[in-house]
């Protein structure tokens, strides 16, 4: 893979999904059913995974960089999930600090294309799915 083949992939996977943060209230998509489609289809690795969940309004990517950063100092494989990015895509999914690697969000991407019709996510949705796999991957504790 290239660096062109990635940011191109990247730039697809934008186009092709809606983002709220982009689209606004047209890519809102309620309700759990999707989503569980899609973790299904991926083998639900959430299910395999240790997760802490922060929600609320304001805050939270301080608040889970700070966690990861104490799990990391207590000498755990801590993986991060945030958006959006300041510069690479990959700053998105990080264990223990270091950013996704390249090679694996393109293929990731590539897998978009396969996924069954009823299957329909968001930006969001699949950059979550996305991560979880990552993690497992990684064997974050």
């Known amino acids: ?61 301080s608040s889970s960089n700070m966690l990861a950063s104490v799990l990391q100092e207590a000498g755990y494989k801590v ?7 300041l510069i690479d895509f990959t700053e998105r999914i990080k264990v223990n600090g270091k950013n996704c690697d390249r090679d694996f969000v ?11 019709e009823d299957i329909k996510p968001s930006f969001f949705e699949f950059t979550t799915i996305m991560a979880f796999e990552y993690f497992y991957q990684q064997k974050v504790e």
Request: charged content about 15%; overall charge positive.
């Open 79 to 85: 993986g991060l999930y945030n958006s959006p990015h």
């Open 1 to 61: 893979m290239t660096n062109q083949q990635y940011q191109e992939a990247v730039e697809w996977l934008f186009v092709q999904l809606p983002n709220y943060q982009i689209d606004g209230q047209k890519a809102y998509k309620p309700g759990l059913e999707n989503i569980i489609k899609l973790c299904a289809f991926f083998g639900n690795p959430q299910e395999k995974l240790k997760c802490i969940h922060i929600g609320g309004t304001n805050g939270k990517g």
């Open 106 to 116: 393109y293929n990731f991407i590539l897998k978009l294309k396969n996924l069954p």
